[in-house]
């Protein structure tokens, strides 16, 4: 990601410790991103996005260039989290990228119908988690042009 010169924050919304772990170290054999700050649930995730009870501090919790939600976690699923985000109108742009196990077309259509910007079955291997999320960062943070955090926080 050699032409990107700003930070790029990625969150991460997974419940299975494992897979938080092999995400991070995905997106670091990459070198996907500056940051990956993680979270357990969805309700977890409202949290840090709203600057809420421990994320209230910008510096620890920084607005997220990138989402990427696991569909199924406790307390609030990441459907219900998605929900929200992309009724939230402070919240909406952040580009959220389903990254789950599933592979059921109802998880697809209603992702895609709540507003998620893409969805991607998790690859079994770690060299190929790693691959698609090169290339997901290429697309994402290449490709795309979006919306300048620092401004999208104000």
């Known amino acids: ?9 990625i969150l991460l919304a997974e419940d299975d410790p494992d897979d938080r772990l092999l995400t991070r170290r995905a997106l670091e054999k990459s070198r ?8 357990e649930d969805g309700e977890e995730l409202m949290q840090y996005l709203r600057r809420e009870g421990e994320y209230a501090d910008p510096s620890s919790a920084p607005r997220p260039g990138l989402i990427l939600l696991d569909l199924n976690m406790p307390r609030m699923d990441g459907r219900e989290a998605l929900k929200k985000i992309k ?6 742009r ?12 109802q998880d697809i259509l209603q992702s895609y119908d709540l507003g998620v910007n893409a969805f991607v079955t998790k690859p079994v291997t770690f060299d190929d988690l790693a691959s698609a999320l090169q290339a997901l960062g290429d697309f994402w943070f290449e490709i795309v042009k979006l919306p300048n955090e620092r401004q999208a926080d104000a």
């Open 1 to 9: 990601m050699s032409s990107n010169s700003s930070t790029i924050h």
């Open 32 to 39: 996907l991103a500056n940051t990956v700050n993680a979270v």
């Open 87 to 92: 009724s939230d109108s402070e919240l909406r």
């Open 94 to 105: 952040i580009p959220v990228i389903v990254l789950t196990t599933s592979e059921a077309e």
